[in-house]
């Protein structure tokens, strides 16, 4: 960790202890220096890092002070109540959407995929070409369901790293993460089945339910904390819900990490109402801190959770590998599995082999987060000067989306619709709530680098807005 981030922690620790309050002035750069032995630029760097987390705020020619922490750092949603939707129709909406935004002419905000241009690893594609010229690496025998053993072994590793028990014969390698998810939910539930989302959510969450014909429960984002224990399990006692489908590392569209403490009593809950969790963990490896957030089955000693993540928020959309850690359900998931794709890429399986064994990846995550991180921030600075007033922006530190929250009788769609005509693309929180009356949010891909082109967009997004909020 670097010697920035250790003050940034520490300090972070302080003001959630109340060690200073609201308002309260931080020491000065050159004050902290002194107390601390660090440089000026290190302690400036650590500052900043926890004003961009809305720790703290800064004020011209006078120094940094804390942010008040009343609740405001996640408001997105006005419902405090659990809510019940018998027929999801989303498909149409979503179709239209991504079709809207696929050409190369459009400012691509809206997309799910980080800057492919960042995504871009010269050495995986190397490997790639290698593997391409060798007969017995187009060869699917090896790479049926559950998948190639070599590249299961690896994945097993990296959850025994963090701590948890995995064999590869928990995993089921997939075509990414979204046929992961979708063959889990098949796999689990059957036409009138209640399941449990967040309210706002992965919009293929409301497409697998609309397509699978499920009853949908959605309970509401904690103001503070991210997950709403409460109306969480007052779902469970109201409703006969058979899975949740969660997203609880990096939420998208809001981007918000549960701590671990909720995540353990969701396995809890999870247990004594006998549900089952399926979690899309697939941006958890976009962290910005020193430790990767720990998922869902850590904290399941009673096999109710499923594991689904991917390769192609990492390595681009044209890996599509991802997997599902799927404990008790592995048969059905490799019958479903053999019905519909049969299976994920032999190609692409065996470059992966050989880009994890030799380490490649982690070199390759680091820098990634560390360009992203630098993009997010950079957008986030610009939007808050140039978005109006009584607009919010609610910056997390991971992934490389931004959640911005506008006036209350500004419609997202229409602004989505304006921006088209300009060749920009955002996503409009119909995506992501349909079931919601307030429309006054929208999602914005912050992953590419602040040129003067992108800076140009941006300025539009917030004049489009500033029209829209008259």
Not at 285 to 301: A, G, N, T, V
Request: hydrophobic share 40%.
């Amino acid at each position: 960790m670097y010697k920035s981030e250790q003050l940034s922690l520490r300090l972070r620790q302080m003001i959630e202890n109340g060690v200073w309050q609201a308002h309260e002035k931080l020491p000065s750069i050159r004050e902290q220096t002194q107390l601390s032995g660090l440089s000026l630029i290190t302690v400036l760097n650590a500052y900043q890092t926890l004003e961009a987390q809305g720790l703290v705020y800064a004020k011209n020619k006078s120094g940094f002070y804390v942010a008040p922490q009343h609740d405001e750092q996640l408001q997105p949603i006005n419902s405090n109540e659990v809510s019940f939707k018998k027929n999801v129709q989303i498909n149409s909406v979503v179709f239209h959407f991504l079709k809207s935004i696929q050409s190369d002419e459009i400012l691509p905000f809206g997309s799910a995929f980080p800057n492919s241009e960042l995504l871009y690893n010269q050495k995986f594609m190397q490997l790639l070409a290698q593997h391409a010229k060798r007969k017995s690496s187009y060869l699917n025998s090896a790479s049926m369901p559950p998948g190639n053993l070599s590249l299961r072994k690896l994945i097993a590793q990296r959850y025994i790293l963090q701590g948890m028990s995995c064999s590869p014969d928990d995993i089921v390698i997939t075509s990414g993460a979204l046929e992961a998810l979708n063959l889990s939910l098949q796999a689990l539930t059957k036409a009138g089945d209640y399941i449990l989302l967040q309210q706002s959510v992965f919009y293929g969450a409301w497409q697998a339910a609309e397509r699978l014909g499920l009853h949908v429960i959605t309970i509401p984002e904690h103001p503070k904390h991210g997950f709403d224990l409460a109306a969480f399990e007052q779902a469970l006692k109201q409703y006969p819900i058979k899975v949740c489908w969660l997203m609880l590392n990096v939420q998208n569209p809001i981007g918000c990490t549960v701590s671990d403490s909720i995540k353990q009593r969701i396995a809890e809950l999870l247990h004594e109402y006998q549900v089952y969790l399926i979690e899309d963990d697939v941006y958890a490896e976009l962290h910005y801190d020193h430790h990767k957030p720990l998922p869902m089955s850590y904290f399941d000693p009673y096999q109710r959770v499923l594991h689904c993540s991917s390769f192609s928020k990492t390595l681009g959309m044209g890996t599509r590998i991802g997997w599902v850690h799927t404990g008790q359900f592995s048969d059905a998931i490799q019958h479903l599995q053999l019905m519909s794709t049969l299976s994920a890429s032999a190609l692409i399986q065996n470059a992966l082999v050989d880009f994890l064994s030799h380490h490649h990846y982690e070199k390759h995550l680091r820098q990634l987060r560390k360009q992203l991180e630098k993009s997010k921030k950079a957008y986030w600075q610009f939007l808050k000067q140039n978005l109006p007033k009584d607009c919010d922006t609610f910056y997390y530190p991971s992934g490389y989306f931004l959640w911005i929250q506008l006036p209350k009788h500004c419609d997202s769609f229409k602004i989505y619709e304006a921006l088209l005509e300009s060749h920009i693309g955002i996503a409009p929180s119909l995506l992501f709530m349909p079931e919601n009356s307030s429309q006054n949010f929208l999602r914005l891909n912050c992953s590419y680098a602040l040129s003067d082109e992108i800076e140009q967009a941006l300025w539009l997004i917030c004049k489009t807005i500033e029209a829209h909020s008259i």
